[in-house]
């Protein structure tokens, strides 16, 4: 079945360093969506990109999705301790069905 | 927005008692919610697609007569864990689509505990 890997599993980092996380897919995707967890938290929805080689932004988080359509990437400029959280991209291969989730990155940013 | 209730936001029950969670869509209809398990540091597992009107469907490993889903409306889905046990302590967590095209909304989650 569809599968969603995430890397690295966990990362530390200082406070001000950029921070980036990996997505993959085992089978083209139609959209890769993208949350944040914070501790005893539940997913809260970031963005969701859907074409091919999109990019979007939302201030210093960048996000894209590639042009097979397979592989997502967030990155964090100058990570803040606000940052701190767990992030997961989820796939799905058809609209409005069930997502697959990846197994999620854990930010630790040290001040 | 889109706002997804999930009650009761955490239980404690003793080893073989059944417990049920009730999940709901506020402002909207769904009529296709997901259930999802998370184990302490790790990632959302879905356990099965709760369909309104008709039969959950489960995803490969994960028993229907011992996690019972209804869907008897379009903006109530509940899980009910039977004979709970000890194993299955973790955090459930129910989500929908606002519209076919819209992102995932969660509840926030049952942190169940079996002792």
């Known amino acids: 079945g569809q599968q969603v890997m995430q890397i690295p599993q966990y990362q530390h980092v200082q406070e001000g360093e950029d921070f980036t996380t990996y997505c993959n897919s085992s089978t083209t995707l139609s959209n890769i969506q993208w949350y944040k967890q914070r501790p005893g938290g539940h997913p809260v929805f970031l963005i969701q990109?859907?074409?091919?080689?999109e990019v979007k932004k939302q201030k210093r988080l960048t996000f894209q999705f590639g042009e097979a359509k397979k592989n997502s990437s967030l990155h964090i400029t100058a990570t803040q301790t606000t940052d701190v959280g767990t992030y997961f991209c989820?796939?799905?291969?058809?609209?409005?069905?069930?997502?697959?989730f990846g197994q999620g990155t854990e930010l630790s940013v040290k001040p | 927005g889109a706002v997804v209730s999930q009650h009761p936001s955490w239980v404690i029950c003793k080893s073989g008692t059944s417990v049920k969670i009730e999940c709901r869509s506020l402002d909207f209809q769904a009529t296709t919610m997901f259930w999802y398990r998370q184990f302490p540091k790790q990632s959302l597992m879905l356990m099965a697609t709760s369909n309104e009107g008709s039969k959950a469907t489960y995803e490969q490993g994960v028993e229907k007569d011992k996690f019972l889903i209804n869907h008897a409306s379009l903006t109530l889905s509940t899980l009910t864990v039977t004979s709970a046990h000890p194993e299955d302590s973790s955090f459930y967590i129910c989500?929908?689509?606002?519209?076919?095209?819209?992102?995932?909304?969660f509840g926030n989650g049952t942190r169940l505990t079996v002792t």
């Open positions: 990109l859907v074409k091919s080689g």
């Open positions: 989500s929908a689509f606002g519209t076919a095209n819209s992102p995932l909304h």
């Open positions: 989820a796939g799905s291969n058809n609209q409005g069905g069930k997502l697959i």
